[in-house]
């Protein structure tokens, strides 16, 4: 006589199994790229808000329509404009901002081995000094800015350098949440 052991129900793994081939259906090529992608659309978010964008010089500003009456040998009277309106139309007139903040963009996802890469970028010229900082002679006059400089070091803002900081420090919270609702998907 055989001893008995008990009974038992298979069902349950029988949908585990079911449900592991569906996770085996799952792209994650396409998930990993996706959630790198969106990863890169939340830098860069942070990385604009960062951004400064330049203005016009409040004093130059307010002394644009300025003019200048002189009065010649002849006795005729003439005007020009004034010191700060000469400069205002000649390198501010039409100047919007926002070039260095509109000029981030984000390059398409890569994947290098097992390994998702995404890249941030800013082409602007200047960005990099913005970023880090950078030197000047004190004492050289800026006709723009219509005033001579006085620090020899600017700060830098480091706009893309903290975005990154904070969003690692999100990371993995951003990621699980996109792992709990694929594997949701699937169980």
Known sequence: MGRRWGKADFQAL???????AKLEQVDFDRFC???????????????KKRTPVG??????????????TV??????????ASRESAIYQQYWAGYT????R?????????????TYIVTVVNATEYASYVEFGHRQRPGRYVPALGKSLKASWV????????????????LPALL???LYTLLKGVF
């Open 14 to 20: 029988k949908d585990l199994e079911e449900r592991l």
């Open 33 to 47: 790229r996706e959630a790198a992608a969106d990863i890169a659309g939340r830098l860069l978010e942070k990385v």
């Open 97 to 100: 901002g926002g070039t260095l």
């Open 155 to 170: 700060k830098g803002r480091f706009m893309l350098t903290i975005s990154e900081q904070e969003l690692e420090a999100q």
């Open 55 to 68: 203005v016009v010089p409040k004093d130059i500003y307010d002394n644009k329509k300025s003019t200048v």
């Open 71 to 80: 009065i010649g040998a002849s006795g005729k009277k003439r005007k020009f």
């Open 176 to 178: 699980e949440q996109k």
């Open 102 to 114: 509109d000029a981030w963009v984000i390059l398409p996802v890569e994947k290098v081995g097992n």
